[in-house]
């Protein structure tokens, strides 16, 4: 396989995800995703931003966010957010300092 059509195959599949987590499965949440995986949608629209300050492209955290949520993340919490346990947000705790904390 040619360097061009793994790029275009990484883009697809990540357009696929996107979409998945934007438009399929609103209804999973960030915090149990980044429990139960390590990431979550806001660690990937920091590593969209991250991608495009290694291309020269200034973007901010906000625009990041609305870059790959497609929304403003205030609309994003209206529409989809729910309040979660005291159990959920300190095993957050948890998995952000193992996941983004170390690593940042």
Do not use: P
């Not at 609103?26 to 590593?47: A, E």
């Not at 949520?69 to 300190?90: F, L, P």
């Amino acid at each position: 396989m040619d360097a061009q059509t793994q790029i275009e195959l990484e883009a697809a599949a990540f357009r696929r995800l996107r979409q998945h987590l934007m438009q399929d499965r609103t209804d999973v949440q960030n915090i149990d995703m980044m429990n139960l995986t390590g990431f979550c949608r806001n660690c990937l629209s920091r590593w969209y931003q991250e991608a495009a300050a290694e291309k020269g492209i200034e973007m901010s955290k906000d625009e990041g966010r609305e870059a790959f949520y497609g929304m403003t993340m205030d609309e994003w919490k209206a529409n989809y957010q729910t309040d979660a346990s005291d159990a959920k947000k300190a095993a957050f705790e948890t998995a952000f300092e193992q996941n983004v904390e170390k690593k940042g």
